[in-house]
T-cell receptor
Framework: AQSVTQPDIHITVSEGASLELRCNYS??????LFWYVQSPGQGLQLLLK??????LVQGIKGFEAEFKRSQSSFNLRKPSVHWSDAAEYFC???????????FGKGTRLSVIA | GAVVSQHPSWVICKSGTSVKIECRSL??????MFWYRQFPKQSLMLMAT?????????EQGVEKDKFLINHASLTLSTLTVTSAHPEDSSFYIC????????FGSGTRLTVV
């Protein structure tokens, strides 16, 4: 069964600083990979996804992620963080449309002035 | 496109009553929908997979008699929390797959 590890429970960055959130997955083949963001009390918003092709994926809000097969990783990055980026970030893995996503435990991002 | 509408957004109910949560795919047909539960400051845990026209598949540890799932059409799946108790208070989110996974906005259930 596939699994997702987000090693960082909580990260604090200064506004304007760069950000990288780590995600490692365990699966025999290349799964579908996703990053979602969730603000308190809200639903999930898709930031970006990887199915195949170019391993550097651009998403919304200036986020990007890079799929590295050799490391089984799909880390999320942003060059300059804004205060509004403070939220919970979830990495998720899927196999195909009729199977559910498996989520990591999430990384809470705090942004300080 | 690919919008999933979930209602209600929040609900408060008395202990012992039942609550129904609806999940609709607005612009596509969803043969499969997924129901997740999220406790405060935790990740999403899959409760069940809902298949149109057939019985839902529940994850281990999820009480199928308490969390009734019905997927009667290609655009609607419902989750009914029966005889709700305070420990059922949680955030419930549905999801459907259409060239990716689309999530509803979630339902905050509080049982008092």
């Amino acid at each position: 069964a596939q699994s997702v590890t987000q090693p960082d429970i909580h990260i604090t960055v200064s506004e304007g600083a760069s950000l990288e959130l780590r995600c490692n997955y365990s699966y025999g083949a290349t799964p579908y990979l996703f990053w979602y963001v969730q603000s308190p009390g809200q639903g999930l918003q898709l930031l970006l996804k990887y199915f195949s092709g170019d391993t550097l994926v651009q998403g919304i809000k200036g986020f990007e992620a890079e799929f590295k097969r050799s490391q089984s990783s799909f880390n999320l990055r942003k060059p300059s963080v804004h205060w509004s980026d403070a939220a919970e970030y979830f990495c998720a893995v899927g196999v195909h449309g009729n199977t559910p996503l498996v989520f990591g435990k999430g990384t809470r991002l705090s942004v300080i002035a | 496109g690919a919008v999933v509408s979930q209602h209600p957004s929040w609900v408060i109910c008395k202990s012992g009553t039942s609550v129904k949560i609806e999940c609709r795919s607005l612009d596509f047909q969803a043969t499969t929908m997924f129901w997740y539960r999220q406790f405060p400051k935790q990740s999403l845990m899959l409760m069940a997979t809902s298949n149109e026209g057939s019985k839902a598949t529940y994850e281990q540890g999820v009480e199928k008699d308490k969390f009734l799932i019905n997927h009667a059409s290609l655009t609607l799946s419902t989750l009914t929390v029966t005889s709700a108790h305070p420990e059922d208070s949680s955030f419930y989110i549905c999801s459907a797959s259409y060239y990716g996974y689309t999530f509803g906005s979630g339902t905050r259930l509080t049982v008092v």
